[in-house]
């Protein structure tokens, strides 16, 4: 062999090397120089469009949406987590699914909310996680504890005829607490009040699919208000009262009631009765000036005046979904059916084949509570249709 096809020889060989060895060790360069990328590239495109698409897990950090970029749009928005200090792990574990499957690209703050001090642990704990800005906040003592006026001769005879009946949370006071205070506080909070978007987020939840995009802004460029993943029906015994209220509250104000509302997703009667349908509020993206409204906050007001969060036991997503249903269009509520939810016991997997790949889905579609016997998604898609 002549000196230099010898000389090529080591030439080529040596770019070889090189090649393996930027291929190994620079992750971008190999995707780049990979042989199905220059394929794709140099394949034609019959289609006359371009065929570009771009995946955030695919892309170099300094593409990731971040927090402080300026370029970056984002929506004035937070995540709101309403726990105490017991909650933890549990809080860890759903911190940790939601920055995976969505924050650790977008940087959202977070705002956590306790009827008395966090540890420092557990701020030390969440901080540590979370990509965004944290605050921690106390819930005001009128906001959370069962007020004086209430009778407690009749709550209590309320709460025993509940445990009686085998109903869940039937003699918690603290529940009771708590659904009050996400029914009509939680908005008014003073760590809330520069925000006009929210994302409720509890503890122990699952975020099951990649979220790639930004659901505040779908929700804001798209003129929503309310965006749900699960809804079912509630407990009767729980709620006795609240719908006859509610019709008198609406007779008082009809010009409170939306034109284009909801009405035949929460009656199967034009209104005559409630058949019990409510969006499931342990995931709610939604906006924070809707329950500032005139019409919803003086809706809640009355409700509190009858005392039924503490004689009954009203929870959060029946009044949350009467007055979304109520004073707001329909077309201004939104079924968010890519994300992947799950509150033990029930999941929402999206069903779309597509989707769930696209989204990386570790939920089974075979699982999906959309139309389980106790769901009313046929009742909304009879409205959303």
């Known amino acids: 062999m002549n000196k230099p096809i010898r000389a090529l020889l080591a030439v080529v060989s040596f770019i070889i090397s090189i090649h393996l060895i930027l291929s190994f060790t620079h992750e971008d360069y190999g995707r780049t120089t990979s042989l199905s990328n220059i394929k794709a590239k140099l394949s034609p495109n019959t289609s006359g469009h371009s065929t570009t698409t771009y995946d955030y897990d695919d892309l170099p950090t300094s593409h990731i949406p ?17 726990a105490r200090n017991s909650d933890l792990d549990g809080t860890v574990r759903s911190l940790r699914d939601i920055e995976d499957r969505f924050n650790r690209r977008f940087k959202y703050p977070y705002v956590f909310l306790n009827e008395e001090e966090f540890t420092d642990e557990y701020k030390m704990r969440v901080t540590n996680i979370a990509s965004g800005k944290v605050e921690f906040g106390v819930i005001p003592h009128d906001h959370w504890y069962q007020p004086d006026w209430i009778d407690e001769v009749k709550a209590t005879a309320g709460r025993q005829q509940l445990v009686n009946d085998k109903v869940i949370y039937g003699g918690s006071v603290s529940y009771r607490n708590m659904c009050r205070f996400n029914s009509g506080f939680f908005f008014r909070h003073p760590l809330l009040q520069k925000y006009k978007w929210y994302w409720r987020v509890e503890p122990e939840v699952r975020f099951h699919c990649d979220v790639k995009y930004d659901p505040f802004l779908y929700m804001e460029d798209n003129n929503k208000v309310y965006g749900f993943v699960i809804t079912m029906y509630e407990y009767i015994k729980t709620i006795p009262t609240l719908w006859e209220h509610t019709k008198d509250f609406i007779n008082l104000h009809p010009e409170y009631v ?16 409630y058949n019990l349908c409510h969006f499931w509020s342990n995931f709610e993206i939604a906006s924070l ?21 503490y004689y009954e036991r009203w929870g959060d997503a029946p009044v949350h979904s009467l007055g979304v249903a109520l004073f707001a269009e329909k077309s201004k509520i939104h079924f968010f059916s890519d994300i992947g939810y799950e509150h033990n016991p029930y999941v929402h997997c999206p069903a ?20 389980d016997g106790y769901s009313c998604m046929k009742q909304w898609d009879r409205i959303a249709d």
């Open 66 to 82: 971040s927090f402080n970029s300026s370029n970056i749009r984002k929506a004035n928005a937070t995540f709101v987590i309403l």
């Open 258 to 273: 939306a034109k284009d509302n909801s009405m035949n997703y929460i009656s199967e009667n034009s209104g005559a009765s």
């Open 289 to 309: 000036d809707f329950w500032r409204s005139k019409e919803y906050t003086e809706y809640f007001d009355y409700l509190d005046t009858k005392g039924g969060f």
């Open 352 to 371: 779309d084949d597509k989707v769930w790949l696209e989204g990386r889905c570790s939920c089974d579609q075979r699982k999906n509570f959309d139309y």
